[in-house]
Structure formats: structure tokens, C-alpha cells
């Protein structure tokens, strides 16, 4: 408030300082949305790229039209919003619309900003499928999940636990009296590799670290695995109850999103891809750290 009275002393009583003041506070304003905005992304996921998925639910036709407008609504978006995009699989409707859709989007915080469309989404519109020209309600499912990279076992010596032991040999025979046997322990995830076929130590500790990276690659494989069931556990019925947003087409024109309540009267706009109000609104009640 300080800046905005300087201002208007220095310029309020000039022509065009009402002006200057009102482009200042729109840039300050602008400057701050924007360091809130990046203030959002906490979670590591969040900058990972993603891969979006559109499915209509029951309904024919009708959901399979919505699910085409939903990918149109989203490509628009990452078009709007600069991020790259691939549509990895399609498979239309033999009618209309589609019946499957898969997109990677690429670029910054991707998955942490279209992690907010995860949900069924509503359309309540008069059917161009219906002779009769009645309302009809339909449902479809977006899922985004972060890109996992394949997984890449990274060893830090500093890790590693290496005991050397005597190796054994079948009721006493065959004992090896030098300390050959190599045993390792990665410490981070307790996973144990034992080795003592060969009679070198050096031998026994390549082919434990062999046997390591593989185990390490399956753990950390199986980590992966995990989140992702979380993260597939958050999908709900494709139906009515569950819908995270409604767009209503008829008898008024309306978007609202259930979660925030935020909503707009400007449902083309919304269907050309202006989603920011109700990404950053969603994603300002998530407490950091939040998938």
C-alpha cells in the first residue's frame, strides 16, 4: 500500500496517472498470481510429465460425443497454455465421438497442473442424437497419472554394508581358507546379496553386484508399481454422484466444479480450453505434498 500512495503522489495529479497506477497494480498483481501459482508444486510428481486418459461412461453415443468434446477441450488447453502434447491412442465411436482416448503432455509441472482434472466430468445438454430433442445427462472419466521413466538403479557406495567371510563346502569339504565369500547390504532398503561360488573375492563381489542391481531394479520396480495402484485406487464409478465438474448446456449454461464451487457462465470459453480459474482454484485448497 505504501508503492500505491507514492504513486498516487507522484502521478495523481497528472494526466494519465490514474492510468499508470491501475498498470502498475495489474503487474504487481500478476507477479504475485504467478509466484502462487509456483508456490503449488511441492510434490516431486508435479513436474513430472503426464499421461491424461478420456473414457465416456454408460450412455451410447451421448458419452462417447462428450468424451470427444472433453479431448477437443483439452487440447485447446495445452495449446493455450504452451505444453507439448502426443496423442499416444485414439479409437473412435463408429457413430460419433470416441470410445478411448490416451495423451503424454509435456512440459512444466504438467502432471501437477492437470492432476486437478482427475475425476468424471457431467454434461447436461439436449441431445443432437435424439429425435425428440429431450435432456440428457452424460458421463465421462479423466484420469491423469505422472510419467514414470523407467526405472534406473543408481548405487551409491556410501550405501553399501560389504562383509567378506570364509566360503563353505558340503559337510566341511572344499573350505575356502581366504576370506572369499562377499556379502552386501544396501542399507536404504535392507536388501541383502549374498555371493561365494568363486574362489576370488573379486569375482564373488562383481557377480554380488550384478545380482544387487538386479534386485534394486525390481524393488524399486515394485515401488513404482505401488503408487501407481494409489493413485488407480482414486478412480470412481463413471456416474452420477461422482462427477467433479458439471457442464450444463440446457436449459441454462453453466460450468461448476463440485469440489470448489467456483463456476462460470461461459461455457464456450471453458469448452475452447480457458481452464485456469478452475485448475489454480482446485489446486489452491490441496494441502502441499498432495497427489
Known amino acids: ?53 478420456v473414457h465416456p461412461g454408460a450412455g451410447g453415443t451421448e458419452s462417447c460425443d462428450w468424451a470427444s468434446m472433453l479431448l477437443r ?33 509435456t512440459g512444466e509441472n504438467a502432471y501437477g497442473i492437470l492432476k486437478a482434472e482427475t475425476g468424471v466430468h457431467r454434461l447436461v445438454r439436449v441431445s443432437p442424437f435424439d429425435a425428440n430433442k429431450r435432456r440428457h445427462t452424460s458421463f465421462t472419466a479423466v484420469f491423469v497419472y505422472p510419467e514414470m521413466e523407467d526405472v534406473e538403479v543408481k548405487i551409491d557406495p556410501n550405501d553399501l554394508k560389504i562383509d567378506t567371510f570364509r566360503a563353505g563346502g558340503h559337510g566341511g569339504q572344499g573350505v575356502n581358507k581366504v576370506a572369499s565369500a562377499v ?23 562383481q557377480n554380488a553386484m550384478k545380482v544387487l542391481r538386479a534386485r534394486l531394479h525390481n524393488y524399486f520396480q515394485k515401488e513404482k508399481d505401488k503408487e501407481l495402484e494409489k493413485l488407480e485406487a482414486t ?35 471453458i469448452l475452447d480450453g480457458d481452464l485456469d480459474n478452475f485448475i489454480y482454484t482446485y489446486l489452491k485448497t490441496l494441502k502441499p505434498g498432495t497427489n
Not at 492510468?19 to 498470481?33: H, P, T, Y
Not at 532398503?189 to 573379486?202: A, D, K, L, M, Y
Open 235 to 269: 478412480k470412481t464409478d463413471i456416474a452420477w454422484g461422482h462427477q467433479i465438474r458439471s457442464y450444463v448446456l440446457f436449459p441454462y449454461q453453466m460450468v461448476k466444479d463440485h469440489r470448489t464451487n467456483y463456476e462460470t457462465s461461459d461455457v464456450n470459453g
Open 1 to 53: 500500500m505504501t508503492e500505491v500512495a507514492e504513486f498516487q503522489e507522484l502521478f495523481g495529479s497528472e494526466d494519465g496517472g490514474a492510468e499508470e497506477i491501475n498498470s502498475r497494480l495489474d503487474k504487481i498483481q500478476k507477479e504475485i498470481d504467478e509466484n502462487e501459482k509456483k508456490g503449488m508444486f511441492q510434490n516431486p510428481e508435479d513436474t513430472k510429465s503426464a499421461i491424461l486418459t
Open 183 to 205: 556379502r552386501i547390504t544396501h542399507l536404504p532398503t535392507g536388501v541383502i546379496v549374498t555371493c561365494q561360488n568363486e574362489r576370488s573375492q573379486f569375482q564373488n563381489k
Open 73 to 105: 477441450m483439452y487440447l485447446k488447453y495445452f495449446e493455450r497454455k504452451g505444453l507439448g502434447y502426443r496423442v499416444l491412442d485414439l479409437e473412435p465411436n463408429e457413430e460419433a465421438g470416441i470410445k478411448d482416448a490416451v495423451v503424454e503432455v
